[in-house]
């Protein structure tokens, strides 16, 4: 199992973003695959977490409006496009996989955090005020 997250960087309040995650080595449609994040001091946050098996999509309420999550199947790729960037969604964003589709679901709303079967390493988002 490969997930290989990319795409973090520095930008200003009200920047847009795009996270990329390259997963492979497990069968998508079985499987859910999140994004996730951590800033310093505080606990992993699920942010958006999407099943490519009927196209569902969840958010994590901070981010719900803003952010976007988006699966290419041709480039094994997730995408996370994040809009209208504040400073408190800074942290090390990670991408995740988990064989448990209504688990993933459930951390996204619920705020709290059940664990992913795979992760890939983090990209750092910096959002500057």
């Known amino acids: 199992v490969q997930l290989q997250a990319s795409g973090g960087g520095l930008v200003h309040t009200g920047d847009s973003l795009r996270l990329s995650c390259r997963a492979s080595?497990?069968?998508?449609?079985?499987?859910?695959i999140a994004w996730f994040r951590q800033a310093p001091g505080k606990l992993r946050e699920g942010v958006a977490c999407?099943?490519?098996?009927?196209?569902?999509?969840v958010y994590g309420n901070s981010v719900k409006g803003r952010f976007t999550i988006s699966s290419d199947r041709t480039e094994n790729t997730v995408y996370l496009e994040m809009n209208s960037l504040k400073p408190e969604d800074a942290g090390v964003y990670y991408c995740?996989?988990?064989?448990?589709?209504?688990?993933?679901?459930?951390?996204?709303?619920?705020?709290?955090?059940?664990?992913?079967?795979?992760w890939g390493k983090g990209t750092q988002v910096t959002v500057s005020s």
């Open positions: 995740a996989a988990d064989e448990d589709i209504s688990k993933t679901r459930t951390t996204m709303t619920s705020g709290r955090y059940y664990g992913m079967d795979y």
């Open positions: 080595g497990f069968p998508w449609d079985d499987y859910a």
């Open positions: 999407i099943t490519t098996v009927d196209g569902g999509v």
